[in-house]
Structure formats: C-alpha cells, structure tokens
C-alpha cells in the first residue's frame, strides 16, 4: 500500500499563488516513477474534480480547462514527491486538494477516473479570499 501526503494549503487572496506538495511512501524499493500522479479537489457541495494529472515522467500533463494556464504539475520522481503550482488563484478555487497516486507499470496515459487511483491524501484545504 502506498501513503501519499498533501501539504502546502493556505488561505491567499485573489491572485496569489501557492505550492502544494505530495509526498509519497510504500514498500521497500518504492518508486513513483511507476505511479500515475493526480490532484483532484472537492469544494463544499461539490462533486470532486480532476485538476491535473501526470505521466510516470511527467512529460505527460493534463489539466481541468478552468486552470489551464494557471496550475502546473510537476513531480520529483528520485525524491517521491508531486507538485502544484497554483497561480493566479480565483475564488472558485476554494477546496480541499487531494493527491492520488495509482500503479502504471505499463506507462498508458494517465487520467482523472477517480476509480483508478487507489492512494489517496488525507486533503489540504486552499481557501481563496479577501
């Protein structure tokens, strides 16, 4: 089984940016390098969405059109850990932010299906105000 750990949310004004980071751990030997990594969020009264994902490289990104241009994926595969860079941050981006991580040994693309990621972050809330 692998734990994954999300920190870096905050309370930021409209504009403002901010880093969260995902650390993951398993099983002796554990590389993300074989891991699917996304980030999904969940606001009050809202389904969970997928935001970005990434290949077992990273070389392979996808994003929620409403932040395209805005958040950036990224993943230090040798320190196990992902990254969101989250940048001219709107209210709308309020939630709680939650890191997943499912096995990719084949290297297919990844995706946002929920079902798949089996690795799930406890959350780290983002709130975006004035």
């Known amino acids: ?8 949310g ?10 969260l ?5 398993g099983f002796s030997g554990f590389s993300l390098l074989y891991y699917c990594v996304a ?9 969970r969405e997928g935001v970005a994902v990434s290949g077992n490289d990273g070389t392979e990104t996808n994003y929620l ?8 994926i990224s993943r230090d595969n040798a320190k196990n850990m992902a990254y969101l860079q989250m940048d ?3 209210p709308e981006d309020t939630a709680d ?9 084949g290297n297919r693309l990844c995706d946002f299906t929920p079902s798949k990621y ?8 983002v709130t975006v105000s004035s």
């Open 1 to 8: 089984q692998v734990q994954v750990v999300e920190s870096g």
């Open 10 to 19: 905050d309370l930021v004004q409209p504009g403002g940016a901010l880093r």
């Open 21 to 25: 980071s995902c650390a993951a751990s």
């Open 39 to 47: 980030w999904f969020r969940q606001a009050p009264g809202k389904e």
């Open 65 to 72: 059109d409403s932040v395209k241009g805005r958040f950036t």
């Open 88 to 90: 001219s941050l709107k």
């Open 97 to 105: 932010y939650y890191c997943a991580v499912h096995n990719n040994w």
């Open 118 to 125: 089996d690795s799930w972050g406890q959350g780290t809330q």
